[in-house]
């Protein structure tokens, strides 16, 4: 009778995927921080001696236990080895239960057996991971700023802080999103909460996407190719939306990121802020002038247009931003400025994946190189478009909202300007920007999809949480990691996409 099979481990087959997973880990948290410090060595803005201390000091965090690296090691290493003294426990109990007559699925019992040791391997390196206290986040409040730094919340609002003369109304953190544990004494949880969402958004995908794929039906194959894309559009529109109007929710890191890729200038971001919260009110004269005003005076526009006591609405020009009252050439404009940026992100990438290919294959003819040359230009031109569909649509969508069809469909009586200008136009560039996903491959939107699903999923959490709660973050990342790395062994083409694939090589060891 067939009974759960135990081979030989050599220690190679032990330390390989331990090691495998704490050098990539490493790698992906050092590695940005080294180039950076190189970046800033080579354009002077840094000594050596400075550079020197700066990189210790990134690989000596980097190593430390409670960080990543260790994580990953402890969650690999402990998912395959832990089977070895379970997969005793578990041939006894079967046999013990075999003795008794009692039916045993011995392939049932190897799949809890790998769960189980996947389950405890994450349930150990997630209190690794805590061990650290989780930091409040830094909100200023206006009770704890002067007045002319009452509006410097965020990266944007001190940008926009920045361009004034005079100070405006600030905002409050909890407007901006911030959770109100934050300002409390009590110890805070929450650091990971970014990798328990990725855990589990991963152990869904693995457990419901087959069910959609599996359907022969009509609506089960429209509902598995649309099913990418509609989550891809509503993501990006509550990302888009955190964003504009509850940046707390985001990290930083994201916010900035989005920020750069937009181009705006932050006045236009606070006066939507200020629309939606009350304090810039078409007819009324509450002191916001001074926002939109230093923007018409640097634009060479007349002030009266940024006075929403006297211009209502404000015009869509200045939204565009120098590109003229066309709101179609102001989409063509962002488009192209868009796809330059990101162009000189994704173009490289392509650049260096083709010299792997070619280094790896020995050298190719020249017709194949150039091939390849020609294909990488292509998807590195696609992804940058993926990104110029995306800003275009975003601020076209803005402007069909609020000038171009929004008020012809309806009257000023049932939506105003300010209901459009409070949050309506936004939220419209916000629906329509996602659709720029189809510009991308079908294996390259689940990729997309992967990567800002967690991040909308986040902003529907509390970023910082009590510690007295952590145990259900604790149980939600246990059950889903063990998910994930289970089902990378017994059955890896579940696991999709890139992410699939390098968890497969880390954990491909002979069990």
Known sequence: MAGIVRPRRSGHQIAAPIAKAYLLAFASIAGPRLLSIAIALIRRKTTAIASLLKAWQALKQSAAWSHFPTFCAVLVGGS???????????????????????????????????????????????????????????????????????????????????????????????????????????????????????????????????????????????????????????????????????????????????????????????????????KFVYGKDTGIEPLLGSMCRDYGWPEEWGNPAKTIPVPCEMVHMGCGPSCEKHALSRFARAWSFAARMYIPLQLIVLLRRVQKGGGRSTTSLTDGLVRALVDGSRSSAFLGAFVALFYYGVCLARTRLGPNVFSRKTITPQMWDSGLCVLSGCLLCGLSVLFEKAQRRTEILFFVLPRAAAVWFPRRYLKVNQWREHVAFALSAAVVITAAQERPERVRGVFGKLLGSVINTKA
């Open 80 to 278: 395959i080895n832990l089977q070895i003294p379970l997969r005793v426990v578990a041939q006894a109990l079967a046999e013990w239960l075999r003795r008794r007559h009692v039916s045993v699925n011995y392939a049932l019992v190897e799949l809890l057996t790998k769960f189980t040791a996947a389950l405890v391997a994450a349930s150990v390196s997630f209190q690794m991971l805590n061990s650290k206290p989780s930091q409040p986040l830094n909100y200023r409040s206006s009770a704890e700023t002067t007045t002319t730094e009452g509006i410097a919340e965020d990266a944007l609002s001190r940008a926009a802080a920045a361009k004034l003369d005079s100070p405006i109304p600030p905002l409050s953190p909890e407007a901006m999103g911030a959770s109100s544990v934050c300002m409390s004494s009590e110890p805070l949880a929450g650091r990971t909460m970014d990798l328990t969402l990725f855990a589990a958004i991963r152990s869904l995908d693995i457990l419901i996407a087959p069910l959609l794929l599996r359907g022969r039906s009509r609506t089960s194959r429209l509902v598995a190719k649309t099913s990418t894309p509609l989550l891809f559009v509503l993501s990006s529109a509550v990302i888009m939306h955190a964003w504009f109007y509850t940046p707390y929710r985001l990290p930083q890191a994201y916010n900035d990121w989005i920020s750069s890729a937009a181009q705006v200038d932050p006045r236009l971001v606070i006066a939507l802020r200020h629309a939606r919260y009350g």
